[in-house]
Every structure is written in C-alpha cells, then in structure tokens.
C-alpha cells in the first residue's frame, strides 16, 4: 500500500510518502498537482491544507494572481483521482469557511482578535492565509466539486 501526504511542509508522517514542492525534509520534491506516480497506484492520499491553495477558474487577472499556483481545483482532483486506486481514500481538510463565519459572529473576541498579521484579526488569516488561498471551501462548496472532479 503507498499512501501519499501532500504538501507536507516538512510535517512528515510515517507510513507516508510525504511530497512537497520544497521543503527540505519532504521524501519527494514534486508539484502536488503533477505527481510523479502511475495511474492507480496509490491507496491513500492526504491533501491538509492544500487544495484551498489552487485557483478556482483558469479566467484571472495575471496581476491579481498567485504566480506560485497557477493550476485550478479541478486540475488538482483530477491528478490526485488519476493516481488513486479504486476503492483508494482521499482524505481532504480545507479551512471551512461557513465555521470561520460562525466563529466570527459566536465568539468575536477569540476570531476577531489580532492575529499573525497584527491589526487583522485571526479570520483575516484563516480565510487569505497572507494571499496563498485562492479558494474558499463549505460543505456544499467542498461536495459540488468533488462530485465534478470524480
């Protein structure tokens, strides 16, 4: 069985391949949207706080854009679906954006209250994550395109 973490960020698990475009401890150096493995071979993927980082839509304006990333959701799916096994699990975490506005009105001292970027508050970093995130997930969001990309 070979089971894959992506982008791992040097939060290497054991029984994993861990993958990150460069972090020094990763086991394999890659693009997490181009992985260097065979179609159907790979029984476990887990993608943590990475699919947020991929475009919703190729239409953007190049000025405005994250030039790192400049693969779509369904791009990444795509490739992560071609390397699973049938039956394989993928195992996906995204900031939920429906829980960040809960917090944000529920309790506004801890989701309102200065955050890694000084006067901003927390939710300003969960939700742009100093301009790396260029998708924003909820349940309803997180099913539509799982059902698109499968």
């Not at 995204?94 to 529920?106: A, G, R, S, T």
């Not at 001292?109 to 742009?128: K, L, R, S, V």
């Not at 301009?131 to 990309?149: C, E, N, P």
């Amino acid at each position: 069985m070979v089971k894959l973490n992506l982008a791992s960020h040097g939060d290497n698990l054991d029984g994993y391949i861990n993958i990150d475009f460069d972090h020094p401890a990763a086991n394999i150096k890659a693009d997490v949207s181009a992985l260097p493995f065979q179609d159907n071979s790979i029984s476990e993927i887990l993608a943590w706080h990475i699919l947020e980082h991929f475009r919703q839509t190729n239409e953007y304006e190049p000025h405005l854009s994250n030039p790192i990333n400049q693969k779509t959701v369904l791009e990444a799916l795509y490739e992560w679906y071609r390397v699973l096994q049938p039956g394989g699990k993928l195992n996906i975490k995204v900031p939920d954006f429906e829980k960040i506005c809960w917090l944000y009105y529920n309790f506004p001292e801890w989701a309102q209250a200065a955050g890694p970027g000084g006067i901003f508050g927390n939710y300003t970093f969960w939700i742009n994550s100093i301009g790396q995130h260029q998708s924003l997930f909820d349940r309803k969001t997180m099913i539509a395109v799982l059902k698109k990309s499968h």
